[in-house]
Nanobody, 119 residues
Framework: QLQLVESGGGLVQPGGSLRLSCAAS????????????IGWYRQAPGKQRESIAY???????AYQDPVKGRFAIAGDADSDTVDLFMTNLQPNDTAVYYC?????????WGKGTLVTVTS
């Protein structure tokens, strides 16, 4: 079964930067990240889980308005890793961040990594 493990979260001051990583393992039949739609989500306390960044099949990245210009998503099929580069972090970026892989109606999730932005 496909397993996803996020890492890189922590405590950071406003204006700071973090790099989150999602390591994927357990692919069947020699599959890699290239077979899946890829996204990063986050869930703040008391809020719904929301999509923030996505990689389309053609390799184009898309971002939701709150993170545009500050976050960047990158997938590496050679290492089976999905990164989220975050800059100019603000307190309302505080959330548990999850990576997601999806194919043929099936979604795979990690356990998340906590990012706390506070002064």
């Amino acid at each position: 079964q496909l397993q996803l493990v996020e890492s890189g979260g922590g405590l950071v001051q406003p204006g700071g930067s973090l790099r989150l990583s999602c390591a994927a393992s357990g692919f069947a039949h020699g599959w890699t990240l290239s077979y899946y739609a890829i996204g990063w989500y986050r869930q703040a306390p008391g809020k719904q889980r929301e999509s923030i960044a996505y990689i389309f099949g053609d390799g184009k990245s898309a971002y939701q308005d709150p993170v545009k210009g500050r976050f960047a998503i990158a997938g590496d099929a050679d290492s089976d890793t999905v990164d989220l580069f975050m800059t100019n972090l603000q307190p309302n970026d505080t959330a548990v961040y999850y990576c997601n892989l999806a194919r043929l109606g099936k979604d795979y999730w990690g356990k998340g990594t906590l990012v706390t932005v506070t002064s």
